[in-house]
C-alpha cells in the first residue's frame, strides 16, 4: 500500500510539473495535459520496475558493535535488553536462560570474525537441550552458508541476531553501548533534518503553492524555478535512502 501511494504522489507532480513547463512555454493547454499524462505514465513504469534495496542499521556500527563484543565477550548490554522487554533472566554457570510466556530460551553470544559455523550452532542446541529451553536466540556477528541448511532440522527454535539486528534492537530500545566509531564530517544534521522524509509535506505544500503562484505572479518563470527545486527537494526527502535509515521489524 505504501509503494501504491508513493508511485501516487510521484505521478502527481510529475504531472504537475510537466503541465506547468510546457504551458508555460505553449501556452496550449491540450498540448501541457498531454505532457503531464506522458511524464506520469513514464512515473508509473519506472516505479512499477525498478526495486530500490533497503538502508538498514549502519554497517560500520554493526562492524564496530561486533568487534566489541569478540574483544569483550560481555553479553551484559544483551542481558540488560532482554530485561527491558519483560523477560526474566536466570545467569547460571552453564548457560544464560531468558523466559517470557511460553518461551525458555538459551541466551548464547558467538562473535567470532569469520561467523558462527554449524557446529557450534548443533554444540549451542544441545546446551539448550540439556537446560530444557525450547528455544536459542544467537547474538553472533553472522552465520556460515553451510548452516543455514540446517535450520529447519534443528530441535529448538533458532532465532539469529546478526550484527545488523543487534543494532538495530539496542538503537531501539537506547540500550546502545558507547562505541569508538570514527566519524565521519558528511551527514551534518542540518542536512540530517533538511532532507529527512518528515519535511516531504512542508516542501511539497510551497512547491504546489508556488506553481499556482506562477499562474499569478508577473515572473513565472521565476516561480516555476522555485517550484521544482522544492518539487526536487520534497521527492527526495521521502524517498532518500541516506537520511532514511529503513527501520527493521525485529522482535526478541
Not at 36 to 48: E, K, Q, R
Not at 100 to 118: F, I, N, R, S
Request: hydrophobic share 45%; with cysteine.
Amino acid at each position: 500500500m505504501t509503494k501504491v501511494l508513493n508511485t501516487i504522489l510521484v505521478a502527481f507532480f510529475a504531472f504537475f510539473a510537466a503541465f506547468c513547463w510546457v504551458y508555460y512555454v505553449t501556452k496550449l493547454a491540450s498540448t501541457s495535459l498531454a505532457c503531464g499524462g506522458v511524464m506520469a505514465f513514464a512515473v508509473i513504469c519506472l516505479a512499477s520496475t525498478k526495486k530500490l534495496p533497503k538502508k538498514t542499521a549502519n554497517k560500520k556500527i554493526a562492524k564496530q558493535l561486533a568487534l566489541q563484543f569478540a574483544l569483550y565477550g560481555d553479553n551484559g548490554v544483551v542481558v540488560e535488553l532482554y530485561q527491558f522487554v519483560g523477560y526474566d533472566v536466570d545467569k547460571r554457570d552453564d548457560g544464560c536462560i531468558v523466559t517470557k510466556d511460553q518461551a525458555k530460551a538459551l541466551l548464547a553470544l558467538d562473535y567470532c570474525t569469520k561467523g558462527t559455523g554449524c557446529d557450534k550452532v548443533l554444540a549451542l542446541c544441545r546446551q539448550a537441550l540439556l537446560l530444557g529451553c525450547n528455544q536459542l536466540h544467537l547474538w553472533c556477528k553472522s552465520v556460515n552458508a553451510d548452516t543455514s541448511k540446517y535450520l529447519d532440522l534443528l530441535p529448538v527454535k533458532l532465532q539469529i541476531f546478526d550484527a545488523g539486528k543487534a543494532v538495530a534492537l539496542l538503537q531501539r530500545y537506547e540500550k546502545m553501548p558507547n562505541l569508538a566509531v570514527k566519524k565521519t564530517p558528511n551527514n551534518t544534521p542540518v542536512l540530517q533534518y533538511a532532507f529527512n522524509k518528515k519535511r516531504t509535506k512542508s516542501y511539497l505544500t510551497c512547491s504546489a503553492f508556488t506553481f499556482a503562484l506562477a499562474f499569478l505572479s508577473y515572473f513565472p518563470l521565476y516561480n516555476l524555478v522555485w517550484a521544482s527545486l522544492f518539487a526536487l527537494a520534497g521527492l527526495y526527502s521521502r524517498f532518500n535512502r541516506r537520511f532514511n535509515l529503513a527501520e527493521q521489524n525485529i522482535k526478541l
